[in-house]
């Protein structure tokens, strides 16, 4: 993780991919846990979509993250926040009836 901003941080864009892909690799059955426990209130929301949320919200941790406030790993926080921006993106886009 704090590779990927080193990486950022010295404009080394290539690297930055590298590595926020291999992030991605890591915590991908993360991502399935998350989109398989939202999959109930989706309606017809595809799953792709809401695994797409949830690597976007992790990437988005990475630069959120600290280490050094509170006790919590950087899984739990990316999990957190995959799972927050799910919800979120289920509950606005996850019915088929909007009201205008």
Do not use: N, W
Request: net charge positive.
């Amino acid at each position: 993780m704090s590779r990927i901003l080193s990486a950022r941080a010295s404009g080394k864009a290539v690297l930055e991919r590298r590595l926020s892909a291999e992030l991605l690799d890591s915590v991908r059955p993360l991502i399935r846990r998350i989109v398989g426990a939202l999959l109930p209130i989706t309606g017809s929301l595809s799953p792709d979509d809401l695994a797409q949320v949830a690597a976007m919200a992790v990437l988005r941790a990475v630069s959120k993250y600290d280490a050094t406030r509170g006790r919590q790993s950087f899984g739990q926080v990316a999990y957190f926040r995959a799972r927050a921006a799910c919800e979120q993106y289920a509950r606005l886009h996850g019915t088929d009836v909007h009201l205008s």
